[in-house]
């Protein structure tokens, strides 16, 4: 029943009550009695409570559409306010979920293209450093070396020190190179891309250690680059705001990431033992690595750790990976999409739009 009809059903009913009873033998006295006085009371109370009770009722799937509404965070998808109440709420709610299914929708592959646009500069960025400023500095160092063996002995200190000098930013601009465009994660495959990043954080005052298990199920090079970043990220926020001495990379198989259906996965965990997360709000590194988890239908937690210090945990369904990039393109094309939002080629939707606006650049 729609809450139009209730309310007037409710509504009609009370008039109607009420003009039986003007026309029945209920009489109201000059000056009123006491026991009429009670018995229009109670009838205005009777109404009252039951209007109240109808409203909230049929009110009450508004107030929870409102909190979903309130609640609704598109780096956390999936929650959809329950489909309840009168015809015209029950409309209102399945247009709103509908809304931010197309919402979900958009934003990733809005996020996609940035994200892999932004990967492009990064690689663009990364070469001229390497091929333009690097080459010059090793110019520049070369020359240095060679005014070294001719300039007097007062002046080979200053040279000396000029050298040590570029000699550092050139070391500088290749770790830079390195930190935007993870070479070796191309070259040599994500678990040796891993240990490089976990010496590269190794400082004197933070020890990484990783355990990177070898029988990992095929991963994408989207997927493998979003590991990556993923790690490189939750790193860096140990080392720049945990107060931590040591941190933990782990890469694991699990098995199970589906629930019930059991599927084989990827999980990586980055943990520390620093101050903890609080009760700080997500700033833009963790929101980023969100956005590149639900790329490829991934799943991010960032908690408290066991005792004290942070968890990062990155879990990944290899269900409809790269395990099945073998499959035919006739039983891909039959299929369609998968449960994860990925394609039978191991490549989520958002990436292959993302894809195409690289080739549109």
């Given at each position: 029943m729609s809450l139009f009809r209730r309310i007037f059903l409710l509504n009609a009913a009370g008039l109607t009550v009420a003009?039986?009873?003007?026309?029945?033998?209920?009489?109201?006295?000059?000056?009123?009695?006491?026991?009429?006085?009670?018995?229009?009371?109670?009838?205005?109370?009777?109404?009252?409570?039951v209007n109240a009770l109808v409203l909230r009722i049929g009110l009450a799937p508004l107030q929870r559409l409102g909190r979903a509404m309130a609640t609704a965070d598109l780096l956390h998808p999936g929650a959809r306010a329950p489909v309840t109440g009168p015809a015209e709420v029950?409309?209102?709610?399945?247009?709103?979920?509908?809304?931010?299914?197309?919402l979900e929708t958009e934003r990733a592959t809005s996020s996609a293209r940035a994200l892999s646009a932004q990967e492009g500069e990064r690689r663009r960025i990364s070469q001229?450093?390497?091929?333009?400023?690097?080459?010059?500095?090793?110019?520049?160092?070369?020359?240095?070396?060679?005014?070294?063996?001719?300039?007097?002995?007062?002046?080979?200190?200053?040279?000396?020190?000029?050298?040590?000098?570029?000699?550092?930013?050139?070391?500088?601009?290749?770790?830079?190179?390195?930190?935007?465009?993870?070479?070796?994660?191309?070259?040599?495959?994500?678990?040796?891309?891993?240990?490089?990043?976990?010496?590269?954080?190794?400082?004197?005052?933070?020890?990484?250690?990783?355990?990177?298990?070898?029988?990992?199920?095929?991963?994408?090079?989207?997927?493998?680059?979003?590991?990556?970043?993923?790690?490189?990220?939750?790193?860096?926020?140990?080392?720049?705001?945990?107060?931590?001495?040591?941190?933990?990379?782990?890469?694991?198989?699990?098995?199970?990431?589906?629930?019930?259906?059991?599927?084989?996965?990827?999980?990586?965990?980055?943990r520390d033992n620093g101050k903890g997360p609080g009760r700080l709000r997500e700033g833009a590194g963790i929101s980023g690595m969100r956005e590149r988890a639900l790329l490829i239908g991934a799943a991010l937690s960032v908690g408290a750790g066991p005792g004290a210090g942070t968890d990062v945990r990155l879990r990944i369904s290899t269900k409809t990976g790269a395990s099945e990039a073998g499959a035919s393109e006739a039983g891909a094309s039959e299929t369609g999409v998968s449960t994860t939002g990925a394609s039978e080629s191991g490549v989520p939707p958002q990436l292959r739009a993302a894809t195409a606006f690289e080739g549109d650049r």
């Open positions: 003009t039986a009873l003007l026309l029945g033998p209920v009489t109201v006295s000059t000056p009123i009695l006491p026991g009429e006085v009670l018995v229009v009371v109670a009838g205005l109370a009777v109404l009252l409570v029950a409309g209102l709610i399945t247009t709103y979920n509908t809304m931010l299914d197309r001229e450093l390497h091929d333009e400023v690097g080459q010059t500095l090793t110019a520049v160092l070369l020359q240095l070396k060679r005014v070294a063996d001719q300039v007097p002995g007062e002046l080979r200190e200053e040279v000396r020190q000029a050298q040590e000098a570029t000699r550092g930013s050139l070391d500088e601009i290749r770790r830079i190179a390195r930190r935007l465009r993870p070479g070796v994660l191309e070259e040599l495959g994500l678990h040796s891309a891993l240990r490089s990043l976990a010496a590269e954080f190794t400082t004197h005052g933070l020890s990484v250690r990783h355990h990177l298990d070898g029988d990992l199920p095929p991963l994408t090079e989207e997927t493998e680059l979003v590991v990556y970043r993923v790690a490189q990220e939750g790193l860096t926020n140990t080392a720049r705001h945990a107060g931590a001495d040591r941190a933990e990379l782990r890469l694991r198989r699990v098995v199970g990431v589906d629930g019930d259906d059991g599927g084989d996965g990827v999980e990586l965990l980055v």
